[in-house]
């Protein structure tokens, strides 16, 4: 039978029958005769608060986890919690980033196409709109592509998006 008992002095989970009852330790049963593996140490980790997996050691003595070891696994451990979290983060941002930009551009097409249907239609900026909207619904297209067919309409091409330049600080 596997058994569980907890420690708060041991920060990991420490897999082997000899730590039962001393640390977080899980008694499981013996090595097959020959198995390389003796011991296992798994350390949780945690990004953005998320947990997202386990930092997991494994060595063939029976005493290989002293705390110099265990000191060190944890100290990596966090670092590589550290940079999965930073990495998480600058990934979110930069799908921010390009729908922000992807945004921008669609409003301009919309601006623009709202310009010609309020000249055409002599109309304030409230009306055209309706009526842009109304078209995107009757012919089940979004907004964006009825206006950038507007603007091509008036223009003879497509509306060429805006350069975004990141600044130079």
Known sequence: MVSLTANASCGGICLHPAHA????ARAGPEPVSGSRRRVQRALPRVADGKPVGALNLYARGVAAFGSTQ??????????????LSLMLRLASYSELTEQLRSSLTSRAVIYQALGVIMARERCPQAKAFEIL???SQNSNLKLRDI???????VSGEPPQPHPFEEEEG
């Not at 009852?21 to 977080?24: E, K, M, Q, S």
């Not at 265990?70 to 940079?83: D, K, Q, Y």
């Open 70 to 83: 265990v000191r060190t696994a944890e100290n990596l451990a966090e670092n590589a919690s550290g940079a």
């Open 147 to 153: 206006a950038t067919a507007i603007v091509t309409s």
């Open 21 to 24: 009852g001393t640390c977080r």
């Open 133 to 135: 909207r109304t078209a």
